[in-house]
């Protein structure tokens, strides 16, 4: 069994930067790689970032590159967004992920995910 849980959203003015943390507890060997998938209302969920645990690649959707950086420990612990230059597309509810691979994580077909944290951004 794996538990997800986000923190660290909350209310930030476009511009501003927000850190995203995800706790990982339980059968950690059971994925290989993590990522950030968001939600707005009315939309559907769409990725955001992912890790791969062996070798720290990353990989980003074209929205947010240059802009958000997704990180980990090395225990597989954790696994952070640090989103910078924030947009109001951006306000969503953010949900960590975890799968067997970079592939299963960036198309949201891994077995685990958290309860999410929301992120406002506004003037």
């Known amino acids: 069994q794996v538990q997800l849980v986000e923190s660290g959203g909350g209310l930030v003015q476009p511009g501003g930067s927000l850190r995203l943390s995800c706790a990982v507890s339980g059968r950690t060997s059971s994925f290989y790689a993590m990522g950030w998938f968001r939600q707005a209302p009315g939309k559907g969920r769409e990725f955001v970032a992912a890790?791969?645990?062996?070798?720290?690649?990353?990989y980003y959707a074209d929205s947010v590159k240059g802009r958000f950086t997704i990180s980990g420990d090395n225990a597989k612990n954790s696994v952070y967004l640090q989103m910078n230059g924030l947009k109001l597309e951006d306000a969503a509810v953010y949900y960590c992920?975890?799968?067997?691979?970079?592939?299963?994580?960036?198309?949201?077909?891994?077995?685990?995910w958290g309860q999410g944290t929301q992120v406002t951004v506004s003037s």
């Open positions: 890790i791969r645990w062996n070798d720290d690649s990353t």
């Open positions: 992920h975890a799968g067997n691979s970079l592939v299963v994580v960036t198309k949201g077909l891994g077995d685990y």
